[in-house]
């Protein structure tokens, strides 16, 4: 997508593990977020963020942590996986005017 | 509960055939977002609809906003195999600090 990439695009890892995430934006916008995609679900909002070092809890915050340390990056951090978090996290950005928000292609992180 | 939900959660048309999926919040709207989803890929945004009350259409696709429910719809007419995929609603509830929440997502079949 233009503008946001996330990487990796792909990880598996085992429980108990260290696991971070990266979104990376080059259009310098204000506001990030991180989402988890599982069936049933839709999408759920674990953090989000509205500048430099400021941000907030989402829907299901519990065993994820984030960083923000410059405009274009939004790191999501699992300090130790566990198999509950098996599952497809999206970072997205808000765009201007109506454009709407703008989602990264995915990161598919499975925890064996 | 869902501060938003959808329905209906699956759809199976035949091609040809109008679908209408709906959107409803527990809380007052800001903005209301549209997206589609193919299997295993990222977002695509279709359209925005803006706290007040508005119409949209693009191509085949019409949105609607009922601010007085609460509720928005997406209308699909004369729906073909290219429509198929996760249709998802987001939406900004006012006064949570630009909180982008989504609903639980309706997956759209239509058989040729």
């Known amino acids: 997508d233009a503008g946001i990439t996330q990487s990796p695009r792909h990880k598996v890892t085992e429980t108990g593990t260290p696991v971070t995430l990266r979104c990376h934006q080059t259009e310098n916008h204000r506001y990030m977020y991180w989402y988890r995609q599982d069936p049933g679900h839709g999408l759920r909002l674990i953090h989000y963020?509205?500048?430099?070092?400021?941000?907030d809890k989402g829907e299901v915050s519990d065993g994820y942590s984030v960083s923000r340390s410059k405009t274009e990056d939004f790191l999501l951090t699992l300090e130790s996986a566990t198999s509950s978090q098996t599952s497809v996290y999206f970072c997205?950005?808000?765009?201007?005017?109506?454009?709407?928000?703008?989602f990264g292609s995915g990161t598919r992180l499975t925890v064996v | 509960s869902q501060e938003l939900e959808q329905s209906p959660q699956s759809l199976i048309v035949q091609e040809g055939k109008n679908l209408t999926i709906n959107c409803t919040s527990s809380k007052t709207l800001y903005g209301l977002y549209w997206y589609k989803q193919k299997y295993g890929e990222g977002l695509i945004f279709l359209m925005m609809l803006q706290k007040g009350g508005e119409e949209k259409s693009h191509e085949k696709i019409t949105a609607k906003l009922d601010e007085k429910k609460q509720q928005s719809s997406l209308h699909i007419t004369a729906s073909q195999p290219s429509h198929a995929g996760i249709y998802l609603c987001g939406a900004d509830i006012e006064n949570q600090g630009g909180k982008l929440i989504f609903g639980q997502g309706t997956e759209l079949s239509v058989k040729p």
């Open positions: 963020s509205y500048g430099v070092k400021d941000t």
């Open positions: 997205a950005i808000k765009g201007q005017g109506n454009y709407g928000y703008t």
